[in-house]
Nanobody, 115 residues
Framework: QVQIVESGGGLVQPGGSLTLSCTTS????????MGWYRQAPGKQTELVAS???????NYADSVKGRFTIFRDNAKNTAYLQMNSLKPEDTALYYC?????????WGQGTQVTVSS
């Protein structure tokens, strides 16, 4: 059974940093397009960052210069390094893995930015 498991969320003060991990199993991770999404209360789900199999990346304008997505194919894991966090980054962060018609989601990890 395919598993997508996010970890690394938590409570952090404004200006702080967190690194989220998305560990996968039972997929050929290296060929998958990986995305980090987030959903804040009362808001639509937003694609925060993505990385393809060739390691090309894209970011939402709201996180450019602050967040970095990267992947370790040997560990079947994608990461989202988040710096200079703001209260508006508070959300449930989800990992998504896509290849062809295969599309998998994790359960999410909560990130709360508050003093």
């Amino acid at each position: 059974q395919v598993q997508i498991v996010e970890s690394g969320g938590g409570l952090v003060q404004p200006g702080g940093s967190l690194t989220l991990s998305c560990t996968t199993s039972r997929i050929i991770f290296s060929i998958y397009f990986m995305g980090w999404y987030r959903q804040a209360p009362g808001k639509q789900t937003e694609l925060v960052a993505s990385i393809d199999s060739g390691r090309a990346t894209n970011y939402a304008d709201s996180v450019k210069g602050r967040f970095t997505i990267f992947r370790d194919n040997a560990k079947n894991t994608a990461y989202l390094q988040m710096n200079s966090l703001k209260p508006e980054d508070t959300a449930l962060y989800y990992c998504n893995a896509v290849s062809g018609r295969s599309n998998f989601w994790g359960q999410g990890t909560q990130v709360t930015v508050s003093s």
